[in-house]
């Protein structure tokens, strides 16, 4: 509505700041408490800690595949052709990039908590929770990089405003 009464300041422009470092940073804090809480917990309820399998951590590494060629994608279209992506489509890219970036910080703390928890346990099968935990976590951070990288292809315009 630009029809705003004399006296009234106009309407804002509707620009985004890319996802801080400290909202990250209280994501992965959050997921590394959990994770480590989980192993404990969930040994006293249920009797067992929950299973770590390569298909959980392998998803992971996948989606972070997925999110990079997104963002390599988006990038050669806005940045490198000069091309507008449509309004719709950058918004989508630009929430589900935020949403990815997020979520992929809580589970990489969520992950790197349970393989901490697994240290000095003397389980046989404590080396393949660590592990399997690592690879997962790493996959996780990936897809956090990716979807940070796509967030700043999204970028329009000379004042580097986002959609």
Sequence with gaps: MN??????PPQPS???R???????????VAGLVV????????????????????????ALVLVAGIMAFLAWQTWQTVQVRGERLEPHRAV???VLARACALGGAVVTGGYVGYAVSWLGDASQLAD??????????AGAAGVTLASLVLERACRTG??????
Excluded: F
């Excluded at 994770?35 to 959980?56: A, F, K, N």
């Design 92 to 94: 989508n890219r630009l």
């Design 158 to 163: 000379d004042r580097g405003s986002q959609p």
């Design 14 to 16: 509707g620009t985004l």
């Design 128 to 137: 393949r929770w660590i592990v399997r935990s690592v690879v997962a976590a």
């Design 35 to 58: 994770g480590w809480g989980l192993h404990p917990v969930m040994s006293r309820l249920v009797g067992r800690p929950p299973l770590i399998s390569w298909v959980q951590a392998l």
């Design 3 to 8: 029809d705003a009464p004399d006296g009234e």
């Design 18 to 28: 890319p996802t801080s470092a400290g909202s990250l940073t209280a994501c992965a």
